[in-house]
């Protein structure tokens, strides 16, 4: 957006020069002021009206030169500003969908340490409001919502997620945050206010004791952390969250975690067998209905997942740098390596805890190399899908989900005996992101 600015400003400036040979300089002026208007990144009410007269044309050229050297002088100062606004803080959004590995990624940072801030799924609150108050059905309104909750949370502030937690917090002060619990920053002594007899708190901590959750605590504790991460399954578009890149009190690194779809159906139809029960149906008659609603709804996923990583491996101007692409069975196979990855792409400080966290947790071992882990068992579990997967579901989301298991290198199985046969690896082996 920076690169943009300057460029329209030089070229503006070039065409006024033009245009004052052909006197008719007041004209131009007026494209100038109307073009500037929607793009005020430097000083909206101050220096760029030094350019114009009070009736919008130039006098001369000498002013004109010396305006423009200011503007670009402001310009650097600006870029200046920004960096100093962040002081190295990231800000790291983990999106993810649902059994997709999210909650265990999201550990990653909840263990980082002391210089973290977590949030698990702070947008459930959102997404649960929103379905009471309007069936959910504006994808608009919920981007929107999800969008600026984000935003201020990233800037510690709970403000307006708290208009979206039922009951209402009174005073600042709520029991019922969602999964208070995974979110080790939420459960630290100094967020964790004196146990209130008789408030049942649904959420509680495991590490202590604490009373309903006082979110002016939790907001002082986030503003005192350099970095925060939020992780979430919520977010459809990653386009939608462009004001967040271009918020320049903002550094944030969006890390995007897929997993080929057809473990995804398959985890799914297991771990929300009610939802999926017309899936359960067909897999057991090998018969699927390819214009039902529940076909759709996997193409509109597929779709969104798709087009969010296609954004962000194009790398425009306003991700570059902040954009990761991360595949679940990358992460099942080597973790400490994926996790060394991301830490080194978020640029903060890979801990100790983290560490041994992962080595707890995956039992890896160590490689030859003695410094990337593999995990057999999680590799094992990669491939369990295989197995409970008819072939005939298999082939639907192949059929539906086809652009995005190519884009993520999920290779297709033509027959049973390949969905089956384990000596025939359905990953490829892909690089996404350069930096
Ligand atoms: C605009 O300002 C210039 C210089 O101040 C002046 O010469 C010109 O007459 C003004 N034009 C109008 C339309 O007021
Ligand atoms: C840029 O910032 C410096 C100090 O940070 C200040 O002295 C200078 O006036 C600024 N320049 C402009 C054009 O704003
Ligand atoms: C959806 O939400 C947007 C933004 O809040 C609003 O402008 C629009 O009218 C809503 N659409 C419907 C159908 O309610
Ligand atoms: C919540 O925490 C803030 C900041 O520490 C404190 O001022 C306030 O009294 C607390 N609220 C309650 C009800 O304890
Ligand atoms: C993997 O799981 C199997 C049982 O499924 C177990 O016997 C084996 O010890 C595990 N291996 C590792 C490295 O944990
Ligand atoms: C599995 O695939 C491998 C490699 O293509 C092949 O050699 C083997 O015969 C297959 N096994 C079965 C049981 O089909």
């Known amino acids: 957006m920076r ?8 070229f503006f ?25 929607p793009q005020t990144p430097l000083h909206p009410s101050g220096s760029s009206h030094l350019l114009l007269k009070h009736n919008g044309s130039f006098t001369s050229l000498n002013k004109m030169d010396s305006a423009f050297t200011l503007m670009k002088r402001r310009l650097e100062n600006y870029s200046e500003h920004q960096r100093l606004a962040t002081r190295g803080k990231k800000h790291i959004l983990l999106l993810a969908t649902t059994r997709t590995g999210s909650s265990f990624v999201g550990e990653f940072f909840n263990q980082q340490g002391d210089n973290m801030f977590f949030l698990f799924e702070p947008l459930w609150h959102v997404e649960k409001m ?41 005073d600042h002060i709520t029991p019922n945050l969602f999964r208070r619990e995974s979110s080790s920053s939420l459960c630290e002594e100094s967020v964790c206010s004196p146990v209130v007899k008789g408030v049942f708190e649904r959420y509680r901590c495991k590490t202590r004791r604490c009373g309903p959750l006082n979110l002016t605590m939790a907001s002082e504790s986030c503003l005192q952390k350099e970095h925060r991460a939020i992780k979430s399954v919520r977010v459809r578009q990653l386009e939608n969250l462009r004001p967040l890149a271009e918020d320049p009190r903002l550094d944030v690194r969006f890390i995007q975690l897929v997993r080929d779809p057809r473990a995804v159906l398959a985890s799914r139809m297991v771990a929300f067998a009610a ?7 067909w ?93 057999k068992n999680s590799s094992e579990q990669v491939e369990k899908w295989r197995f409970s997967l008819p072939f005939k579901i298999a082939q639907v989301v192949q059929r539906v989900c086809g652009p995005t298991l190519k884009l993520f290198g999920y290779k297709f199985v ?3 005996e390949m969905l089956m046969n384990k000596s025939i690896s359905l990953i490829e082996d892909k690089v996404f992101n350069f930096f």
């Open 3 to 10: 690169i943009k600015y300057t460029i329209s400003v030089v």
């Open 13 to 37: 400036v070039t065409l006024v020069i033009i245009e004052k040979e052909n006197n008719i300089i007041s004209r131009v002026s007026d494209k100038l002021t109307l073009k500037q208007t």
């Open 130 to 170: 929103l379905t009471l108050e309007t069936g959910g059905t504006n994808a608009t309104a919920s981007a929107k919502a999800y969008r600026d909750v984000l935003q201020k949370l990233f800037l510690c502030d709970f403000s307006l997620l708290e208009s979206f937690i039922e009951p209402l917090p009174v």
């Open 275 to 281: 939802k999926y029960k017309n899936w359960k149906q």
């Open 283 to 375: 897999a057991k008659d090998g018969d699927v209905p390819i214009d039902d609603d529940e076909v759709r709804k996997l193409k509109g996923n597929c779709d969104n997942i798709r087009m969010s990583a296609e954004i962000g491996l194009r790398q425009p101007a306003w991700l570059r740098r902040r954009y990761m692409l991360v595949r679940y069975e990358d992460i099942a196979r080597f973790p400490m390596r994926k996790a060394t990855e991301m830490y080194r792409f978020a640029g903060i400080p890979f801990t100790p805890q983290v560490k041994s966290w992962i080595l707890k947790n995956t039992q890896a071992s160590k490689e030859t190399s003695g410094v990337y882990s593999t995990q």
């Open 414 to 416: 033509s027959s049973e």
